[in-house]
């Protein structure tokens, strides 16, 4: 009898706010102060906070999540367990893989991309959902060892040179992409640096689309 692999559903709300959901149940990603208030997601069994920055998590944010799902599970690196530590964050790190049903989560790096000299480099972790879907939060980390069919790619920051987010997207190969950490930046240029990573995925046969947010896709 003939396997067939369950459809998970992809839903980004703004900035980097992402939801993926699959079989009734729903994992959230860096629900942070840029994105607008998410108070009506149900069956949340986890959320991912890739670093501690108040545009990927915000206390707010977190309490509207858990008291519509109190049982969701929080994960994140040391720097969000310490900076959220009213909340139970379960800490992980780079090489780390967490079961959370129906959710297979792989997590690499540790720390956030360079800003500026002057200012304190956090911890940060990619997030790879089950084998499909990944987003390295503000790094440029490699899942050593992975194809990427997926990808989550960040385009505007004030770490962020467009240039280096397409040397990532040529190096990682995915076979699809799409922009996040997009707030920050005009429509017009979003438009500029969507064609930037368009070109860079296509050059190596991926397909590129932009979600707007609330918009979705099966992955």
Do not use: C
């Not at 017009?188 to 991926?206: D, H, L, V, Y």
């Amino acid at each position: 009898m003939q396997a067939y692999a369950v459809m998970m559903k992809l839903t980004k709300y703004e900035h980097s706010t992402l939801v993926i959901e699959k079989s009734g149940a729903a994992l959230v990603i860096d629900p942070g102060s840029f994105t607008m208030p998410l108070s009506d997601i149900s069956g949340v069994v986890a959320i991912v906070i890739t670093h501690e920055h108040a545009d990927h998590w915000t206390a707010e944010q977190l309490t509207r999540l858990l008291d519509r799902n109190p049982k969701a599970r929080i994960l994140g690196p040391a720097g969000v367990a310490a900076a959220a530590s009213d909340f139970a964050v379960e800490t992980v790190a780079g090489g780390d893989t967490v079961e959370v049903e129906p959710f297979t989560l792989r997590f690499f790096g540790e720390k956030h991309a360079v800003i500026h000299s002057s200012i304190p480099i956090v911890d940060n972790v990619g997030v790879l959902v089950d084998d499909s879907l990944y987003y390295a939060g503000d790094s440029y980390t490699v899942p050593e060892g992975v194809e990427v069919d997926t990808l989550a790619v960040p385009i505007g920051a004030p770490w962020l040179k467009i240039g280096d987010a397409m040397d990532y997207v040529l190096e990682l190969k995915p076979r699809r992409s799409f922009p996040v950490h997009d707030s920050v930046l005009s429509q017009i240029g979003k438009t500029m640096t969507q064609a930037r990573i368009e070109a860079a995925t296509q050059q190596n046969g991926g397909e590129f689309f932009v979600l707007e947010a609330g918009e979705s896709f099966d992955l």
